[in-house]
């Protein structure tokens, strides 16, 4: 999500009448669950709230990505964003002789447009581009997308339900770790609180409740040298999984993440005592993950230390880490936007485009890149001009 869209807001726009209604009909899928069991762990209200079948922000039809929706994300800035990935791709895809990419949670379809668009160019398809997408809403989408913008690659693209058996090539996933449930904790009087959300007298609230989870207890007790009386943050719990699930099936390639996050000293800083969760409605940021249910997105940076350490502990390689910006520019990014177009009106919207994908103050520091790989000696192109590895 482009920091353009991050600024807080108190006043946020209400609902149009659908939206509200389809909102209420989500909360009372949630309340019923809350009924059933009593409170649950706000990564199970996460979940239902972005992912709840038919009804969740992501599994139902809000606009999500988008000027008309409640944030944008790289690929639907710029196509320079794809065609920088599609040149770390080449460069595996060559190595590899052949091979295949799949892309998890693939949003409006541009990024696979634009990569395909690029490889084709550089004269190394990938046998098939898969796409794994858990929301129905957005599969439609990609689907629509895919057909006008390449008809002729469509026969390469699959989407898949569940996992493959085997894998070679490229795994990509932009923004996708962020929209995953997260464990969110506080310390008080020594103690790990876990963080529930109930419902009472016709609202949804928070509850800190002792902490049992022995997941959670042992994830927190891990980060124990940041932690301070009253400092609330949260932990992924579902990251680990997902990447030993990625690592089932993965023989040989690159897995490339791209997300905001920090290294855990960062993450974990004194200072940011209310831990990273965010919302995005209509294109305002801010902190209430307890209203406007279904109709805004709820995400929360990434642990890359994390992610390397659970990497490692699966045998993967971590062969990058560096900021979006530096691994734009290591991809030929300044030489892509010389050849881009001798329209003068045309380079001065590519030269906004640039500055949204690079500069530290938008999306350039922020959002970090993470090569994991297996199988794959080779150095990465990605990660010529820096490389971070030794910071995690
Ligand atoms: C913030 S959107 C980003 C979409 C897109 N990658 C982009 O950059 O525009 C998050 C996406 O991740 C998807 N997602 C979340 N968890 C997933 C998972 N376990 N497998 C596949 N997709 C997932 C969501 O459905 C959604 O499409």
Redesign the pocket.
Known sequence: ?SNEHHRRSNDLPEPEADAFAHSQRLSKHIEAEITAKGPLSFARFMELA??APGLGY?SAGAH??GREGD?I????LSPLFAQCIARQCAQVLTFLHEGDIL??????G??AADILLSLEEQKILPRHYFI????AD?RQRQQACLAKRIPQWLDRIVWLDTLPATFRGVIL????L???PVHRFKIQQGQIQECFVDFAQGAFVERLLKATNPCLLEAVQSLDKYLTEGYESEVSL?IAP?LASIHAFFQQGLILL?DYGFVRREYYHVQRNAGTLMCHYQHRAHSNPLIFLGLQ?I?AHIDFTHVAETAQKLGLEIAGFTNQASFLLSCGLAELLASSTNDIAAQWAINQQVKMLTLPSEMGELFKVMALTRDLPIPLVGFTLQDWCNRL
């Open positions: 999500m972005l992912y992501y999500k990505l944030f994300t790289a690929p639907d892309e998890f949670g693939a949003g409006s541009n990024l794994l997408e858990i929301s957005l996933a932009n923004e996708v962020d929209a995953m579902t997902w791209i997105d995400t």
